[in-house]
């Protein structure tokens, strides 16, 4: 059949299907709408019963408490101030819910408060004669009945909170003498609004208000722009005195529903109902009309007319195209078979190769942190340089994985580009001077020093650049340049010039196309030696194309290659980074040692993980924190300790023989009875793979760490999810040279900035003097030589 008669035939019977519902549908809206609008008046009862049962409840408890402060009083043992609030800091079980004792017989309505300020630890005073909450309240005659303030900000601590109040009487511990005061029960907005969680679904988009007699708000819809719900009803609804009249009246005295104009000239819906327990309260609640109408409930035989006509549809088209289907069948479930080979493939090598690397790099780095022979530090940089250089490959396969899965992302932050550049420079000149290479920085000293961008994603580009040209470079130099210009439309952004020139070996012409695909290597029986998957030109590329660049290539085979690239970045700072040379070379004089970020004694953490060598490397990365740490070999160990014993983080391992992390946390979370119930779990894992993340936090981790193990991104963990009155600063103290042995360091440049930068970095360890031109750097020299010549003839 031709494919116009199928298109048409498709028309006819879609046509067919959209009159049938539109003429049924018609028939039913009228019917449909007045359903919709009394199960919102039905709603609005409900909600009005739910909120008057729960502030009922909550004065019942401020009322406890001033029962019994004025039965002390009553007994002829009258409370303090400070007793009081002593008491119910004692009586209160929630850490939101706090009270306040303030004096009223004199006017001053000050007091104190069983929290602290938010600002000033040491501070519980707490004052109300700025806050206007009590024009409408007899705080001075408070009978025992629902007693409530409009919703404030709380002076304590800046939450939208309300109040339930209640009289007390307190001896002023000063004269002896009683006095009046007023109990507040604090509370916050958010806890009463905890209790309309049953509005999802229909009612998801409609909001609660709670007005008095005037209309003035106790709980204020986001929606409603007024400060008082009759005015704000009058200013989008036009109406007469009589009318605006009427309507206020019908809102005090009965419960219904009625349409309103909102400030968007939307047809809306508003129900109201008298609030009980309160006189002169009222719940209001408002939703725009067309929620109401677009989520009414399912007409089951207009589905139903619906779904025939579809399965009409869609088995006529399948009987034509079925042939088709079968050979996308059989491709597609070839191309699955593939894909699930592959993640196989790369979940295992990833486990396999990482946890061996875990226990390497680990202990290297206690090697690299202990020892104090030269000669072993240097054999474990080689260590740490080749567990590098192979934890890069394996990065380099997942990312390109991550990729092709289209599950890599630009994820754009503030960087400082003096960093990125010290840290790029860092990892290739150790390198290159290893090969006997020159190794050449050529640094615009007016690129903007903070720009906006992906900082790892540009790193990680600039870095399989610069390891291409030193493998592929047997002498001579690489050239490292870095230049800016403006944008000229678009005034906030700047042009960075990416450029890596080498003396390498260069590339034949019929080998470009190869440059940029995966897994190709150019020259392979020449470069054979030369390690590498293949994978870092390619993964350069996808991102710089993911940023909207492209890298360029100019090249002669066995002269040499020049990579460059333009990228656009977003400044954030225009301060010129200046003279970048100049601080690289004392940065490179300092090998940076291991200092630990923090410490916290009383801190306690479970690491859980089947390898012992594994166990180690962690407690002894964490050696210096000084975090008292319990290990365990087993999902059922862990469970034994969880139950038992309190933790602060807990850092589970995914692949163990028996039972694997996700079935222990399973378990562990249908725990009832443990002090653990609130405790993060970590995620330790040697598998890498896109997709992963997801998985470990469905299963019920709340972050996930993988192997090797980081020390700094360890350090970071905690630091995020310890209790922050765990942590302590870190005693760290750097090493000087004593006072008779101070080097001094003469820094010559003609900007000014840079040299008060310098002199600031230096000053705690150097003595420096900074001048301006090569005349004064002479003079100071000739001067320092006469007093030192001066110094030897007295000695």
């Known amino acids: 059949m031709k494919k116009r008669y199928i298109f048409i035939i498709n028309i006819l019977i879609v046509g067919l299907i959209l009159f049938i519902i539109l003429k049924y549908a018609n028939d039913r809206a009228e019917e449909s709408n007045r359903a919709s609008i009394a199960s919102f008046e039905k709603m609005t009862t409900t909600t009005e019963q739910i909120i008057a049962n729960y502030l009922e409840d909550e004065q019942h408890l401020c009322d406890i408490w001033s029962n019994y402060i004025n039965g002390s009083a009553e007994a002829g043992t009258p409370m303090t101030v400070e007793e009081a609030i002593s008491y119910i800091r004692k009586a209160k079980t929630s850490p939101e819910i706090s009270g306040h004792l303030i004096y009223i017989d004199d006017g001053s309505m000050a007091g104190i408060?069983?929290?602290?300020s938010s600002t000033d630890s040491s501070d519980y005073s707490v004052k109300y004669s700025h806050i206007n909450i009590f024009d409408n309240l007899e705080i001075s005659n408070v009978d025992g009945v629902v007693n409530?303030?409009?919703?404030?900000?709380?002076?304590?601590?800046?939450?939208?909170?309300?109040?339930?109040?209640?009289?007390?009487?307190?001896?002023?511990?000063?004269?002896?003498?009683?006095?009046?005061?007023?109990?507040?029960?604090?509370v916050p907005v958010s806890r009463l609004e905890q209790k309309l969680v049953f509005l999802k679904g229909e009612y998801e988009k409609v909001e609660i208000s709670l007005i008095d007699w005037d209309g003035d708000y106790m709980i204020h819809g986001k929606s409603l722009k007024n400060s008082n719900f009759f005015e704000y009803f009058k200013s989008y609804n036009p109406m007469t005195t009589q009318e605006y009249k009427n309507v206020v009246d019908i809102i005090r005295t009965s419960i219904g529903s009625m349409h309103i104009r909102n400030s968007k000239n939307e047809d809306s819906v508003i129900a109201y109902s008298p609030l009980t327990g309160l006189d002169s309260w009222f719940l209001v609640a408002y939703i725009p009309a067309k929620e109401l109408t677009a989520n009414?409930?399912?007409?089951?035989?207009?589905?139903?007319?619906?779904?025939?006509?579809?399965?009409?549809?869609?088995?006529?088209?399948?009987?034509?195209?079925?042939?088709?289907?079968?050979?996308?069948?059989?491709a597609a479930e070839a191309a699955n078979q593939a894909n699930e080979a592959k993640s196989y493939f790369l979940s295992t090598m990833s486990h396999d190769i990482r946890t061996p690397m875990n226990a390497i790099i680990g202990m290297?780095?206690?090697?690299?942190?202990?020892?104090?022979?030269?000669?072993?530090?240097?054999?474990?940089?080689?260590?740490?340089?080749?567990?590098?250089?192979?934890?890069?490959?394996?990065?380099?396969?997942?990312?390109?994985s991550k990729i092709e899965?289209?599950?890599?992302?630009?994820?754009?932050?503030?960087?400082?580009?003096?960093?990125?550049?010290?840290?790029?420079?860092?990892?290739?000149?150790?390198?290159?001077?290893?090969?006997?290479?020159?190794f050449e920085l050529n640094v615009d000293k007016d690129i903007p020093r903070l720009l906006h961008g992906d900082e790892i994603r540009i790193k990680q580009v600039?870095?399989?650049?610069?390891?291409?040209?030193?493998?592929?470079?047997?002498?001579?130099?690489?050239?490292?340049?870095?230049?800016?210009?403006?944008?000229?439309?678009?005034?906030?952004?700047?042009?960075?010039?990416?450029?890596?020139?080498?003396?390498?070996?260069?590339?034949?012409?019929?080998?470009?196309d190869k440059l940029f695909a995966a897994f190709e290597r150019i020259d392979e029986k020449k470069n054979r030696n030369i390690e590498g998957t293949g994978l870092g030109m390619a993964i350069a590329q996808s991102f710089l194309n993911m940023m909207g660049s492209r890298l360029q290539v100019e090249s002669e085979y066995g002269t040499g290659s020049e990579f460059s690239f333009d990228l656009k970045q977003k400044v954030v700072e225009w301060e010129p980074l200046g003279e970048f040379d100049l601080a690289y070379k004392h940065f490179l004089s300092e090998r940076k040692q291991y200092q630990v970020q923090f410490v916290a004694p009383k801190a306690r953490i479970l690491v859980v993980d089947d390898n012992e060598i594994n166990l180690k490397?962690?407690?002894?990365?964490?050696?210096?924190?000084?975090?008292?740490?319990?290990?365990?070999?087993?999902?059922?160990?862990?469970?034994?300790?969880?139950?038992?014993?309190?933790?602060?983080?807990?850092?589970?391992?995914h692949m163990m023989p028996e039972k694997d992390g996700i079935e222990t946390i399973k378990e562990m979370k249908e725990c009832t009875y443990t002090p653990n119930q609130k405790t993060p779990v970590i995620c330790l894992t040697a598998n890498a793979i896109s997709g992963m993340r997801e998985t470990y936090i469905n299963?019920?981790?709340?972050?996930?760490?993988?192997?090797?193990?980081?020390?700094?991104?360890?350090?970071?963990?905690?630091?995020?999810?310890?209790?922050?009155d765990l942590i302590g600063q870190a005693d760290v103290e750097e090493e000087k040279p004593p006072s008779n042995t101070v080097q001094s360091i003469l820094v010559v440049s003609e900007d000014v900035g840079f040299l008060k930068r310098i002199k600031e970095r230096l000053t705690d360890r150097y003595k420096v003097v900074v001048v301006k031109s090569e005349e004064q750097a002479l003079a100071y020299l000739q001067k320092q030589e006469a007093i030192d010549s001066e110094r030897s003839e007295h000695e």
């Not at 408060?113 to 602290?116: H, Y």
């Not at 939208?160 to 109040?165: G, T, Y």
């Not at 599950?407 to 960093?419: G, K, L, P, T």
């Not at 047997?474 to 890596?500: M, N, R, Y």
């Open 364 to 400: 290297n780095e206690m090697i690299l942190r202990d020892s104090k022979d030269e000669k072993v530090l240097g054999y474990s940089e080689n260590i740490r340089a080749a567990g590098n250089t192979l934890l890069g490959i394996i990065n380099d396969i997942l990312d390109f």
């Open 699 to 724: 299963a019920g981790f709340d972050d996930y760490l993988t192997k090797p193990i980081d020390t700094n991104r360890l350090e970071n963990m905690l630091l995020t999810y310890l209790p922050k």
């Open 113 to 116: 408060s069983t929290t602290a």
């Open 148 to 186: 409530l303030t409009r919703a404030y900000t709380n002076p304590l601590n800046g939450v939208q909170s309300i109040a339930f109040l209640n009289n007390v009487r307190v001896v002023d511990e000063e004269t002896g003498d009683m006095r009046e005061g007023l109990l507040l029960r604090v």
């Open 296 to 330: 009414r409930s399912i007409d089951w035989i207009l589905l139903g007319i619906v779904s025939f006509g579809l399965v009409v549809l869609l088995h006529f088209n399948l009987a034509i195209l079925l042939k088709f289907n079968r050979k996308l069948s059989v």
């Open 405 to 438: 899965a289209g599950r890599m992302e630009i994820i754009n932050v503030d960087y400082n580009i003096a960093s990125l550049l010290n840290d790029l420079v860092n990892m290739v000149q150790r390198r290159a001077e290893e090969k006997g290479l020159t």
């Open 462 to 512: 600039i870095t399989n650049i610069l390891s291409n040209a030193v493998k592929y470079t047997k002498e001579g130099s690489v050239i490292f340049s870095v230049a800016s210009s403006k944008c000229e439309d678009e005034p906030d952004q700047i042009t960075l010039h990416i450029s890596v020139k080498d003396t390498g070996i260069g590339i034949k012409k019929e080998d470009r």
């Open 617 to 653: 490397v962690f407690v002894n990365l964490l050696n210096e924190t000084k975090i008292q740490i319990d290990t365990a070999d087993s999902g059922d160990a862990c469970i034994a300790l969880f139950k038992r014993n309190s933790y602060d983080v807990i850092f589970l391992d």
